[in-house]
Every structure is written in C-alpha cells, then in structure tokens.
C-alpha cells in the first residue's frame, strides 16, 4: 500500500527556514507528479507549489515566489520544499500529495485531482 508522509514542520520565528520532506513509499515515483498543498484554519487547501515527474517542471503560488524551492530525489522516492524567509501567513498545515500523470493540467490545483496524501505536517511562524 502506498504511504506518503511528510515531515519537517514545526515552530519557527518570522524571516527563519524549514526543510519539509515527504517520502513516498511504494509508488514509482518518477511516475508521479508531486505537489505541496497547505491549509490554514478556517481556509481551503491551496496549492502552494508541484513538480513534475522528472523535475524539469515546477510550480509555485504567488504568495511563495521566491522564497520557497522545490526539488525531488526519485532515487529516494523523496520531495522536498525548502522555505525561507517565513512569515505568519505561511503558518499552516502542509500537505504533500502523489498524481500519476503523463501531463500538468491546471487541474493539479484541485485537491481531488491527487491520488495519494500524506497526513500532514504543522508549520507555526510566530514571533
């Protein structure tokens, strides 16, 4: 059974960086397109970037560019999300997802369109 699970999150201060990491366990990964997601209380699930099967292609919200950086190991069925320059707007729960797909739509947007989620993991910026 496939698994996803992200980790890195945590308790930082405004203008500090994290390193998430999201291992997918059982899945060819170079198969696979991946995005990061996050969800703040009270909001919807937003894309925040993605990267393509090879990773040639990336993606990032308005709100990240910048300051986050994607990047993934297939070897090691691992993506990474690089944040710096945190600030409280960032604070949310971050998601990493798994698509099989041979092509990016904009439907890589919509939480649905995703095959496999991890659990999710809290980053906290706050002063």
């Known amino acids: 059974q496939v698994q996803v699970v992200e980790s890195g999150g945590g308790l930082v201060q405004p203008g500090d960086s994290l390193r998430l990491s999201c291992i997918a366990s059982?899945?060819?990964?170079?198969?696979?397109?991946m995005g990061w997601f996050r969800q703040a209380p009270g909001k919807e699930r937003e894309l925040v970037s993605g990267?393509?099967?090879?990773?040639?292609?990336?993606y990032y919200a308005d709100s990240v560019k910048g300051r986050f950086s994607i990047s993934r190991d297939n070897g090691a069925n691992t993506v990474y999300l690089q944040m710096n320059g945190l600030n409280a707007a960032d604070t949310a729960v971050y998601y990493c997802?798994?698509?099989?797909?041979?092509?990016?739509?904009?439907?890589?947007?919509?939480?649905?369109?995703?095959?496999?989620w991890g659990q999710g993991t809290q980053v906290t910026v706050s002063a």
């Open positions: 990267i393509s099967k090879g990773g040639g292609t990336t």
């Open positions: 059982r899945l060819t990964s170079n198969m696979y397109f």
């Open positions: 997802a798994a698509k099989r797909t041979q092509t990016i739509t904009t439907d890589a947007y919509a939480p649905d369109w995703y095959d496999y």
